[in-house]
């Protein structure tokens, strides 16, 4: 019978202010100190969230409905040791 692997992850966050928008940074942190950052952006209305436009360093656009924490888990197995 196969062993499973057990697989831990740390979460650090810190919320901050940009444009005047609340942002939460969320660090996924593995065991061997690989980071996989997530930033989210609450917006007031649709409206907001359309017209907003990221600087560069924001990184890829990820939605809820296309990244879940079943995609965060496979990101964070990705990650090379």
Partial sequence: EKKKK????????VVFL???HICFLDMYIK??????PVI???FGTHEEM???LP?????????????NE????HSLQAVPK
């Fill in 31 to 36: 065991p061997n100190y690989q980071i996989l």
């Fill in 18 to 20: 940009y444009n005047s």
């Fill in 6 to 13: 057990r697989f831990c992850v740390e979460k650090n966050r």
């Fill in 70 to 73: 079943k995609a965060l888990w």
């Fill in 40 to 42: 989210t952006i609450e």
């Fill in 50 to 52: 359309e017209s907003f």
């Fill in 55 to 67: 600087q560069k360093w924001f990184g890829q656009e990820v939605s809820i409905k296309f990244y």
